[in-house]
């Protein structure tokens, strides 16, 4: 996860900030979608589809209506919208701030890819996880969890709000994925298909792949 820090938020001190190793379990939830891993990551990478399938998360994160991914370029965080108290369903107000996360962090959210199948996406007051377990070439099984400071969790704090927001935007994504996951099959895709520039973060993960593979198949 250091390397990927690194790659993505520009230094390791970046994710330290969250304490990930102390927090606690808030909640669970097991997807089984009948989808591609790799088509599951492409989705996780990108934002063109942000604006037309993810009302909850582009009222919050509002440049994400316009389509602009977290993952694009080094070190950016997406900002919080004017109005928006907290990373919630409704925009209304979460918990403190985790005691380390640096000023420059807060009302920001910070989303990594840990290859091959983990995603990390962090915010100022909790981390989402998610974990994929590939079971056949159209279907993964993703495992989230919403983790926080302890303490939240030990006093039984109603975290469903947090948990919402993500929530949708999992069923909204793994949805889209199991309606692309048919043309997968086209020949158009026998090499990943066609990406334009701002797209290169997901070309260096298939040359990264092709690489494990040998240059055989993904």
């Known amino acids: ?7 993505r938020l ?3 001190a970046a994710i330290d900030h969250y304490g990930t190793e102390n927090l606690a379990l808030g909640k669970r939830i097991t997807y089984d979608v009948k989808a591609n891993w790799k088509l599951i990551v492409e989705n996780f990478m990108e934002c063109y589809h942000c604006a037309t399938i993810h009302p909850e998360l582009t009222e919050v994160l509002p440049e994400f209506a316009d389509g602009y991914a977290a993952q694009y370029y ?4 997406a900002e919080f919208g004017e109005d928006v108290k907290g990373f919630t369903v409704d925009g209304s107000e979460g918990f403190g701030r985790l005691p380390d996360v640096a000023a420059d962090q807060d009302r920001r959210y910070y989303a990594l890819t840990v290859k ?4 990390v996406n962090l915010v100022p007051d909790h981390v989402i996880l998610h974990r994929m377990f590939p079971l056949a070439e159209d279907r993964t099984v993703v ?3 919403w983790l ?3 303490e939240v969790v030990a006093s039984g704090a109603d975290v469903s709000k947090s948990v919402e927001l993500f929530h949708r935007v999992n069923t909204q994504d793994f949805e889209a994925c199991e309606r692309t996951q048919p043309a997968m099959a086209s020949r158009a895709y026998r090499r990943g298909g066609v990406l334009v520039p701002n797209e290169h973060h997901i070309g260096i993960f298939h040359e990264w792949l092709l690489e494990k593979l040998g240059g055989g198949r993904a």
């Open 1 to 7: 996860m250091r390397h990927a820090s690194v790659e």
């Open 10 to 12: 520009g230094d390791t």
């Open 143 to 145: 495992e989230c969890d």
């Open 148 to 150: 926080y400071a302890p």
């Open 74 to 77: 080094v070190g950016h965080g």
């Open 116 to 119: 091959p199948t983990v995603f």
